[in-house]
C-alpha cells in the first residue's frame, strides 16, 4: 500500500513544487528545528519526479518565494504593532463590514478596514482592520469612508485565525466618535450583503429557532446562538463536525442541482454556465470558509478541465487548489481548518487511488 501510495505522489512536479511553497512559508513564520528543515527536503526529494540540478535550484526558489510571500503578508501587522500603543488614535477607514451581534449587552458588529492613522508626527499609512463591538446600531453603511477619533487600540497576541483576516485590535467602546469623509452612492458589497441579510431574516422568520439554527449552520456557513445550543449534544456524540458546514455540504448541493438539469437534456457549455451561475449566487449569499473554498474551487477546475478535454488526477487538482489558497493567503497554512481540509482530502483521494490501482 505504501509503494503505491508513493508511486502516485511521485507522478509530477505539482506536489514537490507544494511542499516547497509549504516549506519557505513554515521556515519563515515558525523557524523550526533543522530536524523539521530535513524532513521538508527528503519530501521534496521523494515526491520530484526526476531530480536535476536546475530542478532543484527551481525548488529553492519556489521555497524562497513562499517565505517572501508569508513575510509581506505578516509585515502589515508587524508595522500596526511598532505603529500603535493603548493610547487612543484617530483612524481613517473603510466600513467593510456591519451586521447585528448576538448578545446580552452588545447590538452590532463593525469592522474597519484601515488606511491611515494619526501619530505625534502626523497621518501614517496604516493596513489591517479593526472588528469594533458597540451596544448600539451607527448610523452607517459598508463602504463609507469615515474618520474615527480617539480610539483605543489595545495589542494583544492573536491568533492565526485573526491574522489571516488582517484583524490587528478588538475594542469595545461604549460610544464611537466618528466623522462621515465619503459615502459611496452604490457599492456592490452593500449590495450583496443587504440581499444576504433580508434573505437571512426572512428564513430566520419562517422557521423555528432550532430549525433556523442547524439551516444557518449547515447551508449558509453562519452559526448562530441556536446554534451554539445544540454544540454539547453534538459533542457528547462525537458528532460535533457535523454543525459545520464542509465541502461536502457544497457538493451535495451541485450534485442535486446537476441531476435536476440532466433532465433538460441541455449543452455541456448551457449547463455550466447555469451551474456556475447557481455557485456564484450561494456563494456570495453565504458565509465562506476554507474547506468551501477547497470544494468550490476543485469543483470550477474539473468542470473547466472536462470542458477543454485536459487529462488530470483528482490529486494534482487538489495540489494547485491548496497551491492557489497559499498563494492568496499564505497565513492559511498556519490555520487547522487549512490543515485538516486538505489533508484528509490528499488522504483519501491517495486511499482511493492506491485502492483502485489494486483492483
Not at 60 to 72: F, N, R, T
Not at 167 to 188: D, G, M, N
Amino acid at each position: 500500500m505504501l509503494t503505491r501510495a508513493l508511486s502516485l505522489l511521485k507522478t509530477s512536479w505539482s506536489l514537490p513544487l507544494l511542499i516547497a511553497f509549504i516549506a519557505g512559508i513554515h521556515i519563515q513564520a515558525l523557524q523550526p528545528s533543522p530536524i523539521v528543515i530535513l524532513v521538508y527536503l527528503a519530501l521534496t526529494l521523494i515526491t520530484t519526479p526526476e531530480i536535476e540540478l536546475k530542478g532543484l535550484a527551481f525548488i529553492v526558489g519556489i521555497a524562497l518565494c513562499g517565505a517572501i510571500s508569508y513575510l509581506s503578508h505578516i509585515q502589515p501587522y508587524y508595522d500596526f504593532i511598532r505603529t500603535t500603543q493603548d493610547g487612543p488614535y484617530d483612524i481613517l477607514a473603510t466600513v467593510s463590514d456591519i451586521h447585528p451581534y448576538e448578545h446580552p449587552f452588545l447590538r452590532t458588529k463593525l469592522t474597519l478596514t484601515m488606511h491611515d492613522l494619526r501619530t505625534d508626527a502626523g497621518w501614517a499609512t496604516l493596513k489591517g482592520a479593526i472588528d469594533i463591538y458597540l451596544p448600539y446600531t451607527p448610523y452607517l453603511e459598508i463602504d463609507d469612508l469615515i474618520q474615527v477619533n480617539a480610539l483605543y487600540l489595545t495589542q494583544k497576541n492573536l491568533s492565526y485565525f485573526s491574522l489571516r483576516e488582517y484583524c490587528y485590535a478588538t475594542v469595545f467602546p461604549q460610544h464611537l466618535s466618528y466623522l462621515l469623509i465619503e459615502k459611496q452612492r452604490w457599492s456592490p458589497r452593500r449590495w450583496i450583503q443587504k440581499h444576504r441579510r433580508n434573505l437571512y431574516e426572512r428564513i430566520k422568520q419562517k422557521l423555528t429557532p432550532q430549525t433556523f439554527g442547524l439551516f444557518s449552520a449547515l447551508f449558509l456557513g453562519h452559526k448562530t446562538s441556536e446554534t451554539h445550543e445544540y454544540a454539547p449534544a453534538f459533542r457528547n456524540w462525537g458528532i460535533s463536525h457535523y454543525l459545520a458546514r464542509s465541502g461536502l455540504h457544497l457538493m451535495i448541493i451541485m450534485l442535486l442541482w446537476n441531476t435536476l438539469l440532466s433532465f433538460l437534456q441541455l449543452s455541456v457549455l448551457t449547463e455550466l454556465i447555469i451551474m456556475i451561475s447557481i455557485v456564484g449566487i450561494y456563494t456570495m449569499l453565504s458565509w465562506s470558509s476554507v474547506s468551501f473554498l477547497r470544494a468550490l474551487l476543485m469543483w470550477m477546475g474539473h468542470k473547466l478541465l472536462r470542458l477543454h478535454h485536459l487529462p488530470y488526477t483528482t490529486l494534482d487538482l487538489l495540489i494547485v487548489v491548496a497551491g492557489i489558497v497559499l498563494i492568496t493567503n499564505p497565513i492559511n497554512l498556519m490555520c487547522l481548518d487549512f490543515q485538516l481540509s486538505f489533508s484528509l482530502t490528499a488522504a483519501l483521494i491517495c486511499a482511493y487511488q492506491a485502492h483502485g490501482q489494486k483492483r
